[in-house]
């Protein structure tokens, strides 16, 4: 890992990898949604509207991932000081609260038809929406730790290792308590789901964690250009004033 | 001997990991009723709610348990998990998903009688995902298939 403590590293790499993920993404995720909307088969009880998994998934995925991310990232941060880990971090947060939002609009849509309902308080449902605000929490306050330039400040990483413990409890809602909300179809080893809606599924969940994995890295290429321009004008501020 | 300052961060981080789990896991294990999202027959049958509280009961409407009324929109059906079986009946339009052998989740008053009174239904599918194609199968069949195909 701190073979990529030189940012030049990580952009000699992140430069040919970002537009790799970024089309191999779109291009899984394309024919994988083209798949689940036209070819796979409509469910014995829900009919078409099973269709909706397909971007409701991977979404909630995604979602969830963009947690871990920030969660690692602050881990990284806290222990080994790594230059990048606050940069990744702020890199997951904004595509991880769109997933998330996306999650939460697909699974209101899917709600009304499969259930009767937009929207119940229970906790899975509950949980992903205490997700995105942990998301919107996490972006208010990275945004003002690096506005308050105090130097190496520590809160963002403590925010987001602490809301971790969101992500098991968003996972574990639909077995410990009774929910509306299924449990989980997709599991080690033994799918509650046929074949016909699994692989188009996993192939979704593939394509959108690549363009997710692809936004992550331009964003990282993005704050650190942003940086160095900082940098460099407060260098060149710095020299002027000498004279 | 000194400890390496990056190796102290890591043993702290970890032990602070650990308490903070620990603290997730005994808050949800204390939720563990508050946060449920409705009561199984059995728990209704064992704990009646007061008859003017609102409750949810969830669990799978019986086969051949659903009886429409002489006034054509009253059904009547019975919620079971297994141990408990609860009567149950709703005046209103059903989701579409509302069938017998499936779960639901019905919100509404426990009459005196034993019987619930739901002012709403909602349907609960499982985690199950079967095409169309094998609707015609039993469900153990379709899960045979689906056993096969993953």
């Known amino acids: ?24 993404g779109i291009a899984v995720a394309t024919g994988a949604l083209g798949w689940g909307l036209f070819e796979a088969p409509a469910e014995r009880l829900q009919g078409e509207t099973v269709r909706i998994v397909y971007l409701h998934v991977p979404s ?4 969830m991932a963009g947690w871990m991310g920030i969660a690692a990232a602050s881990f990284a941060e806290l222990v080994w000081r790594h230059p990048l880990a606050g940069i990744a971090a702020r890199a997951c947060a904004v595509p991880g609260a769109l997933f998330t939002a996306v999650c939460l609009m697909t699974g209101s849509l899917w709600g009304r038809p499969a259930w ?25 306050l990275s945004q003002a730790s690096e506005a308050s330039d105090v130097g190496h400040n520590k809160a963002p990483a403590i925010f987001g290792l602490v809301g971790a413990v969101n992500i098991p409890i968003i996972h574990y809602s639909v077995t410990w308590w009774n929910s509306l909300h299924q449990p989980p179809s997709i599991t080690m080893g033994n799918s509650a789901m046929s074949g016909d809606f699994l692989v188009p599924l996993l192939l979704a969940m593939l394509g959108f964690t690549l363009i997710f994995a692809g936004v992550v890295l331009a964003r990282m290429r993005a704050i650190l250009a942003d940086q160095q321009a900082e940098a460099r004008l407060r260098r060149k501020a710095l020299s002027e004033a000498e004279f | 001997m000194a400890i390496k300052a990056k190796h102290q961060r890591l043993v702290l981080l970890v032990i602070a990991l650990v308490v903070l789990i620990g603290a997730a896991l005994l808050a949800a294990w204390a939720l563990r009723n ?19 509280r609102a409750v949810r009961l969830g669990g799978m409407v019986e086969k051949g348990s659903i009886k429409t009324e002489s006034d054509g929109v009253t059904i009547a059906f019975v919620v079971q998990d297994g141990k408990a079986r609860v009567p149950v009946v709703f005046k209103g339009i059903v989701p579409s998903l509302f069938v017998e052998g499936s779960g639901v989740v019905a919100e509404g008053k426990m009459g005196a009688d034993g019987t619930f009174v739901a002012d709403n239904l ?6 199950n995902y079967v095409p169309r194609e094998m609707q015609s199968m039993t469900a153990e069949q379709a899960k045979n298939v689906v056993a096969e195909t993953k």
């Not at chain 1, 909630?60 to 979602?63: E, N, S, V, Y």
């Not at chain 2, 909602?122 to 985690?127: G, R, T, V």
Request: aromatic share 18%; glycine share 6%; with cysteine.
């Open chain 2, 34 to 52: 508050q946060a449920s999202y409705f009561y199984v027959p059995s728990e209704i049958v064992a704990n009646p709610p007061e008859p003017d």
């Open chain 1, 1 to 24: 890992m701190h073979g990529f403590a030189n940012p030049a590293r990580f952009l000699r790499i992140a430069r040919w990898l970002m537009p790799l993920c970024m089309v191999t």
């Open chain 1, 116 to 140: 009767g309902t937009w929207w119940v308080w229970d906790g899975r449902l509950t949980s992903m929406l205490v997700l995105l605000f942990l998301y919107f929490g996490w972006m208010a």
């Open chain 1, 60 to 63: 909630a995925w995604l979602g």
């Open chain 2, 122 to 127: 909602l349907a609960k599918h499982d985690e």
